[in-house]
């Protein structure tokens, strides 16, 4: 791409030069003139596709959430009988609402968002506690707190934070949506889990579905590498779930989704290596435990399946249900690979199953949209989703923090 616009500058710029008669314009600086145009270009053409990776991964979050969100307990026998022989391929509108409506899974990943721009300017070690904050925000929502149309629209004295929140101004996040047991009794205990002190031993998939923003917030720098990227998104994993297997795929997903808006370590990085180098990443930060093994055979298998001829369904019942963080991943991972470049399909599998289909289409969703883009999101699945304004401003404000 750059060198398809430098020559076009140079051209442009040497018709102008011999426009204008002027001897004195040598080559050399039509090359130098061109190269900081060209340059220019580039910084604003790559900041525009960070952007929309961006928006993306958040939207497409929302979509996989709001896709799976009706068939989250039913088994894959009664997703046909209701929607047919492909299951559910189109949203189901609320009957109130008149929405595709989000459930816990983007709620908490909304806050997820707002903990980290409450974040900016804070030294490194005090994010998690920022993000913790914001999630007890989220749980005042879900505790039958009076909604901002009846005065409420702060985070109570119980939050120690105290802090104002703009999401706590908004009556949709009020509406509890199947909200995850794990993460409820954890923001009621008074305590703050973390990866040196677990608050519990629970691997539910209520940690890695709200961590994506955890990859778009900072760019990898010297300052902030990809794997204290990584690390971000077990920490904010472990506030709730204390189970190694319940926050160290936090720190994998984190992984993908940051290659796939930022880059990787090499060009042309695919999916498959981006998790290939996640997991080499997650021994690093992990050495000690054992469950890395178990973790690394699974998303491997998940891997090799999405090259078979095999349909879907039999593939990710081999994965499991996605009600644990490694079986959420996983099919996230399967889904992703096998549809790397149709986000519908991707969503579409990753919800047709007898588990936990709105977390599984969420993460699908958030690692499809951060390498296809909002572009690469058919215009359906934007159309009726609910908060979609919200979701896309929470997404321009992170951008605006990794200084794209």
Excluded at 18 to 47: F, M, W
Excluded at 97 to 114: H, N, P, R
Excluded at 231 to 251: E, F, K, S, V
């Amino acid at each position: 791409m750059s060198r398809e616009i430098t020559a076009k500058i140079t051209a442009e710029i040497a018709s102008e030069f011999a426009a204008e008669g002027t001897a004195k314009h040598t080559a050399e600086i039509i090359t130098e003139r061109a190269t900081k145009d060209t340059t220019e270009l580039v910084a604003k053409d790559t900041s525009a596709l960070t952007q929309d990776r961006i928006r993306g991964c958040l939207i497409g979050g929302a979509v996989g959430d709001a896709l799976g969100y009706p068939v989250e307990f039913l088994y894959y026998s009664q997703i046909i009988y209701h929607f047919g022989e492909k299951g559910i391929t189109e949203y189901e509108l609320d009957a109130q609402e008149g929405k595709a409506v989000i459930s816990d899974d983007t709620q908490m990943t909304l806050f997820t968002a707002e903990g980290l721009l409450n974040s900016a300017g804070k030294e490194t070690e005090k994010i998690p506690y920022e993000i913790y904050r914001s999630y007890l925000n989220w749980y005042q929502t879900q505790m039958g707190r009076q909604s901002p149309e009846s005065g409420k629209g702060k985070a109570s004295k119980a939050n120690s934070g105290k802090a104002n929140s703009r999401l706590m101004e908004i009556p949709e996040l009020y509406v509890c949506r199947a909200p995850g047991s794990t993460c409820l009794s954890a923001l009621s205990s008074g305590r703050m889990g973390d990866l040196e002190e677990s608050i519990n031993m629970s691997k539910g998939c209520g940690g890695i579905m709200r961590v994506a923003p955890a990859a778009l917030y900072r760019k990898p720098d010297e300052a902030f590498t990809k794997k204290e990227i990584d690390l971000l998104g077990a920490q904010l994993a472990a506030i709730t779930h204390g189970h190694p297997l319940g926050y160290i795929p936090a720190a994998v997903l984190a992984h993908i989704v940051s290659v796939g808006v930022y880059g990787g370590s090499r060009p042309g990085m695919g999916l498959a290596d981006a998790v290939k180098e996640a997991l080499e990443t997650a021994q690093e930060l992990f050495p000690e435990s054992g469950f890395m093994p178990k973790l690394a055979a699974l998303l491997d298998r998940a891997a090799e399946l999405a090259g078979n001829e095999k349909e879907d369904i039999e593939n990710i019942c081999e994965l499991g249900g996605g009600w644990v963080a490694e079986e959420t991943l996983a099919i996230a991972v399967y889904c992703s690979i096998r549809y790397c470049d149709d986000f519908s399909k991707g969503v579409i599998a990753a919800v047709n199953h007898s588990g936990d289909s709105d977390s599984t289409g969420a993460v699908t969703g958030n690692i499809l949209g951060a390498w296809l883009g909002l572009e690469g999101i058919e215009e359906k699945w934007l159309r009726d989703l609910e908060l979609r304004e919200l979701i896309l401003e929470m997404a321009d404000h992170l951008c605006t923090g990794c200084g794209c």
